[in-house]
C-alpha cells in the first residue's frame, strides 16, 4: 500500500469535511430565510427579509457594466435557466424563455411561482424586442442566453440588461457565477452566495458519501441523429455535473476536449472512444431503442458489465442541463442513486 497517497487522501479528506460543515451551516442559514412573495402581475410586495438593501448597484459582464438604479420590481428572464437563481431568492419574473419542451420552469421550481403565470417567451427564434417593451421590465436577465451587440443595445435602450460574464461563451457561465451574478443584480448578494454554499454543499456531500466517484470515468452522452455519439465536455452543464462528483471524462475523450467545445463528436467508427466506468445517455428521440440495436455500442466493456445509465430527457435530462441552485438538489437526488449503483458493486 502507498502509505503516503493514503494519507495524502485522508489529509484531503479532512479538509472536504471541514469545508462540508461549514457549507451546511449556510444551507441552514438559507433554510431559515423567507420569501420574496410577488402579486400576480410579477411586482413584488416587498424586499426578501435578507435583502442587502443598498442600491444602485451595478454589475460587470460581457458588454461593459451595467448599473440597477433601484430595486426591481419587474424582472424578465431571458436566459433559459435564469428563471432559477432568481426564484431561488424568491424573486417571480413577469416573463421567462423556457427550456425546450418545458411549459415554465421545471419540477423543481415552479411552486415557487407562487401562483404566478410569467409571460412564456418562445423557445426557438430571435427575441421579440416589441414584446419585452410591452412588458416594461425594469431588469432584463439574460446570463444563459446568446445576446450579441444588436440585441443589447436593443434590450438596454428598455431597461438595465445583464448577461454572460466576460471570459465564457455564451451558455457556458457556471451555475455559481450565474447566481452571484442575478443576486447582485436584485440586490441579493448575500442570500446568493448563501444559495451557493448550500448548493456546494450537496455536491460535496454526495461525493463524499461514495469515494469511488473521484476514481471513476463517465460521461454524461447524447446520441446524434445522424449518427455517432455526443459526449458532453467540461463547458456544459451535463459535463460539470459529473466533473463536480469527482466522475472524470475517459482518457481517449479528455483528449478531445479543447474546453470550448460544449460536446464532443464521436464517430460510430469511433465508439471504443467511450469506453469508461460508468455511462449516463439521455434517451431523447428514441436513443435508447437506438443503442439496443447498436453492435459497437453493446459491445463496449461498460455496456457489457450493464454499467450504462439511460435517464429520460424529461425531465431527468433536462435537470442535468440546466445545473442551477434549484436544479442541482433534483439531480443529485435522481442521478447519483444510480450512479452509486453501477460504481460501488
Same mark, same amino acid.
Given at each position: ?81 435564469? !428563471? ?5 431568492? %424568491?424573486?417571480? @419574473?413577469? +416573463?421567462?424563455?423556457?427550456?425546450? #419542451?418545458?411549459?415554465?420552469? *421545471? ?113 454524461? !452522452? ?5 449518427? %455517432?455519439?455526443? @459526449?458532453? +465536455?467540461?463547458?456544459?452543464?451535463? #459535463?460539470?455535473?459529473?466533473? *463536480? ?101
Amino acid at each position: 500500500m502507498d502509505w503516503s497517497r493514503s494519507a495524502s487522501r485522508a489529509r484531503r479528506g479532512r479538509r472536504r469535511l471541514t469545508t462540508l460543515v461549514g457549507a451546511l451551516s449556510m444551507l441552514l442559514v438559507v433554510s431559515a430565510c423567507g420569501g420574496y412573495h410577488a402579486g400576480t402581475g410579477g411586482e413584488s410586495t416587498g424586499a426578501p427579509p435578507n435583502s442587502d438593501g443598498a442600491f444602485p448597484v451595478s454589475v460587470e459582464h460581457a458588454h461593459g457594466r451595467t448599473e440597477i438604479p433601484k430595486r426591481p420590481q419587474r424582472v424578465i428572464a431571458l436566459g433559459y435557466t435564469d !428563471v432559477d437563481p432568481l426564484l431561488a431568492l %424568491g424573486i417571480v @419574473p413577469v +416573463a421567462m424563455r423556457p427550456w425546450t #419542451g418545458m411549459p415554465g420552469p *421545471g419540477s423543481w421550481a415552479k411552486d415557487r411561482l407562487g401562483g404566478a403565470q410569467p409571460y412564456l417567451f418562445p423557445t426557438q427564434g430571435p427575441v421579440d424586442v416589441e414584446k419585452v417593451a410591452e412588458l416594461q421590465p425594469d431588469l432584463i436577465v439574460a446570463v444563459n442566453s446568446q445576446v450579441d451587440a444588436s440585441l443589447y443595445e436593443q434590450l438596454s435602450a428598455l431597461a438595465p440588461t445583464i448577461v454572460r460574464p466576460a471570459g465564457f461563451a455564451d451558455f457556458a457561465t457556471p451555475w455559481q457565477d450565474a447566481t452571484r451574478m442575478i443576486g447582485t443584480a436584485v440586490g441579493e448578494k448575500r442570500e446568493a452566495e448563501a444559495l451557493i454554499a448550500g448548493t456546494q454543499a450537496r455536491i460535496d456531500q454526495a461525493a463524499a458519501q461514495h469515494p469511488r466517484f473521484a476514481q471513476a470515468t463517465g460521461a454524461v !452522452v447524447l446520441l446524434n441523429p445522424k449518427g %455517432g455519439y455526443w @459526449p458532453y +465536455a467540461r463547458n456544459d452543464a451535463r #459535463g460539470q455535473f459529473l466533473t *463536480g462528483l469527482g466522475i472524470k471524462l475517459p482518457a481517449a475523450l479528455q483528449h478531445l476536449d479543447d474546453g470550448e467545445k460544449f460536446h464532443l463528436d464521436v464517430s460510430a467508427e469511433r465508439t471504443g472512444e467511450l469506453e469508461s466506468d460508468v455511462l449516463v445517455v439521455i434517451d431523447q428521440g428514441g436513443g435508447a431503442e437506438r443503442l439496443r440495436a447498436d453492435p459497437l455500442f453493446q459491445s463496449l466493456e461498460v455496456s457489457e458489465r450493464g454499467d450504462v445509465i439511460t435517464v429520460p430527457f424529461n425531465e431527468t435530462g433536462i435537470a442535468l442541463a440546466h445545473n442551477t441552485v434549484l436544479s442541482i438538489p433534483h439531480t443529485l437526488d435522481h442521478v447519483v442513486p444510480m450512479l452509486a449503483d453501477k460504481l460501488e458493486r
